[in-house]
């Protein structure tokens, strides 16, 4: 499985993703630049990605607390997720998501 990852200074990277790992993992495993301070707690938003359009519709929705936790960042979108909240699926396959600067 790959997951499509931009990063802030719009470099494209096709990523190898494991079934069951969190978004966040599969960024931080590859070395692009992602804070994820809390570690995938979903207690910062140091993991904020911003999701492409036409995957949005195949994610479970954010759950009160991140979406908490998005509406603090100055960087958010209405495609704003937090990748720590992302779980990798065999339906994501392929799934494209951009870094976003706050993250860095």
């Known amino acids: 499985?790959?997951?499509h990852v931009?990063?802030?200074a719009g470099t494209a990277h096709a990523l190898t993703a494991t079934p069951?790992?969190?978004v966040m993992e599969v960024i931080k495993d590859a070395g692009l630049p992602m804070r994820?301070?809390?570690g995938?707690?979903?207690a910062c938003a140091t993991c904020h990605v911003y999701v492409d359009e036409a995957w949005l519709g195949k994610?479970?929705?954010a759950s009160s607390e991140e979406q908490g936790?998005?509406?603090e960042s100055y960087e958010q979108q209405p495609n704003s997720r937090l990748a720590c909240q992302i779980t990798v699926t065999e339906n994501l396959d392929g799934l494209a998501v951009t870094i976003a600067k706050d993250s860095l």
Request: net charge neutral; aromatic share 4%.
């Open 59 to 61: 994610l479970k929705p």
């Open 40 to 42: 995938g707690c979903c």
């Open 1 to 3: 499985m790959q997951i």
């Open 69 to 71: 936790l998005l509406s």
């Open 36 to 38: 994820a301070d809390c």
């Open 20 to 22: 069951g790992w969190r």
């Open 6 to 8: 931009t990063d802030p």
